[in-house]
Every structure is written in structure tokens, then in C-alpha cells.
């Protein structure tokens, strides 16, 4: 049974200044996440789960990229050798003019009142915005990136391909061991499984056989996405009718879904209300609000929960998991 994880967004393999600032939010390994799913959920479905291949998807690298470094960010300083040059003019500026009128020059060169509230101010609120701004454009960044490079069915982007691939390999690989495939997806993994799910597979005939028997959307925006119409296959009449939601992805393609939310993390949304039948729950993790959008991943309990439900999906109560 190959077991894919689809991480979410500010993951960067290869950046490890992003790995220090998003370190405060309770980032959790590939190693931990993977040793968790072949102790818990492995043995659920394969009476070999040391053999069960479990395979990371990783799509950090095409990600956001920002052009100029930065400097859209307030918190940074803005061009910093030009600032340090205009420093030195007006410091030499200072120097000539105080040896012709050094009381003046002394005067004039002090900060006034409003000057210096200005500055406590600007480096109060610089120091509060800081540490957002090392996480939090980012975050941003990677979404609107999705939205704007996933492609469609006759071009999908580079993230949506890379995640099609790494399913193909899995899905081969299910079919070799006579084992279904299963998802686990964290944050906006889901929204690239979804879209992959109702959009993607459908409409690629190369595709088309490829199926998620079944997925854990962990700390996923599934829900929020569909409410604001920012799937490729959202209806354009959705919530016109309260009584009419939107139907889970066809059977084709998707078996068992498990949205899974927790209410301190405000990263994280119901898809219940929202989607026909699917199965919606939240999940205490633990944490804090800093750090509960990661803590599912970081929990025995979470996976326990995840097998469970994954055992009854598949019809199969009675196995267990590994202690």
C-alpha cells in the first residue's frame, strides 16, 4: 500500500532561513511524519508494513519567489546600501557645517520631539511586524502562486504535474502490491488534491485511471476554497440553494475522504456543509495558536485516527494498528 504526502505551503527543502522562522510554528520532519504512518497506518492495510513504500511529494521549490529579494516587505530595510551612502553625505554634510556654525548645526541636528516619537513608533511596530513578515508573505505567496501557475487539464502547471507524476509512481506502485493507494495532505496539499481530483484526472485521458482510494486532509482550506469559488471545477451557482452541496469527486478517482480540522488552528476549515457526505471532524491537537496548524502531524493520536477511519473505508475493521 503506498502511503503519499502532499505537504503545504512555506516548505522549502533547500532554505534553511525558512526552515529557522517557521521553526516558532512547530514544524514537523518528513522523518517523524513518515515513522507515524508505517507504525500506525501502515498495518492497516498490508500484513508487511515494513515493505509499504511511503513517498513524499515535495513542491516547495516551485513555490513563491520573490524578485527583488524582498523588498516589497516594509519590515526590510529599503535598498540598504543606497540608505548607508545618503548616512555618510549627511553625516559629512554635518561636519563641514559645524565648523563654520557648530551651535546651530548642533540645534538643528538634534531630533525633535515628534522625530523621536516617530522613531519609537516605527521600530515598535517594525519589531512586531517583523517576524510576520518572515513567515506570513511567504504562506501568502505560495497560494497565489498555485492559483496562478496550476494550469488546466490541456496545461497543467508545474506544481500540478509534479504532483501527477509522484501519484502515477505511487499508484504503479499499488497495483504492484495488490494495495490500495492512500493521501495524507497537510494545509494546501489539499487544495492541489482536490483540484487533481475533480479537474485534473477527469479531463486526462493519461490520467484517467489514476485513483486515491483514500485521503486525510489534515489542517486543509478545502472547504474555504470551495465557499470562494477557487477551484477549477467550482460551480458558479454554489450556495445559491442551501439545501444543494457540492457533490464529493467521483468515485473514479477518489474512494474515502477524511476532512480533518481543529478549532485553535485558524489555519484550518470544516468541509462539512459545504460537500455531500464527507466525512468531517475536528481534532484536538494540543498546541497552541502559533503552533496547532502542524501539531496534527506531530500526534500518535492523529494517525490512530486516521487508521481507523482508513480501515473502515476500506472494509476492514477488524485489523489494527501497530502499537
Known amino acids: 500500500m503506498p502511503i503519499v504526502f502532499i505537504h503545504g505551503v512555506a516548505v522549502r527543502d533547500d532554505d534553511p532561513v525558512l526552515a529557522r522562522r517557521v521553526a516558532p510554528l512547530g514544524d514537523v520532519p518528513w522523518a517523524t511524519i513518515e515513522a507515524h504512518l508505517r507504525q500506525h497506518v501502515a498495518p492497516v492495510v498490508s500484513d508487511d508494513p515494513e515493505g509499504v513504500p511511503i513517498m513524499r511529494i515535495y513542491w516547495g521549490d516551485l513555490g513563491a519567489r520573490f524578485a527583488w529579494g524582498g523588498q516589497s516587505l516594509v519590515s526590510r530595510p529599503s535598498n540598504p546600501e543606497g540608505l548607508e551612502r545618503v548616512a555618510d553625505a549627511a553625516e559629512q554634510a554635518a561636519e563641514a557645517a559645524a565648523e563654520v556654525t557648530p551651535t546651530i548645526v548642533a540645534d538643528a541636528g538634534r531630533p525633535t520631539l515628534r522625530e523621536r516619537r516617530v522613531r519609537g513608533v516605527r521600530g515598535a511596530v517594525t519589531a512586531i511586524r517583523r517576524p510576520l513578515e518572515d513567515v506570513v508573505p511567504v504562506f501568502i505567496g505560495d497560494v497565489m502562486t498555485y492559483i496562478a501557475t496550476r494550469g488546466t487539464a490541456g496545461a497543467p502547471g508545474p506544481i500540478i504535474q ?9 499508484a504503479f506502485a499499488a497495483e504492484s502490491r495488490c494495495e490500495p493507494l492512500v493521501v495524507l495532505t497537510h494545509s494546501m496539499g489539499g487544495q492541489i488534491v482536490y483540484d487533481i481530483v475533480t479537474h485534473f484526472l477527469p479531463l486526462m485521458p493519461e490520467h484517467r485511471a489514476l485513483r486515491i482510494d483514500y485521503w486525510c486532509a489534515a489542517a486543509s482550506q478545502v472547504g474555504f476554497f470551495e465557499e470562494l469559488g477557487l ?19 467521483s468515485p473514479d478517482h477518489l ?22 457526505g464527507v466525512d468531517d471532524s475536528a481534532f484536538f491537537a494540543a498546541g497552541s495558536l502559533t503552533t496547532d496548524h502542524n501539531k496534527y502531524l506531530v500526534q500518535p493520536e492523529f494517525y490512530r485516527q486516521f487508521a481507523e477511519r482508513l480501515a473502515v473505508s476500506l472494509g476492514r475493521p477488524g485489523r489494527g494498528t501497530a502499537t
Open 162 to 170: 509534479r504532483t501527477l507524476d509522484g501519484l502515477e509512481v505511487a
Open 255 to 276: 474512494g474515502g475522504w477524511w476532512n480533518v480540522w481543529d478549532h485553535a488552528d485558524l489555519l484550518s476549515f470544516r468541509a462539512a456543509g459545504i460537500f455531500e
Open 231 to 249: 477551484f477549477l471545477e467550482s460551480r458558479p451557482d454554489r450556495g445559491h440553494d442551501p439545501a444543494s452541496l457540492t457533490p464529493l469527486p
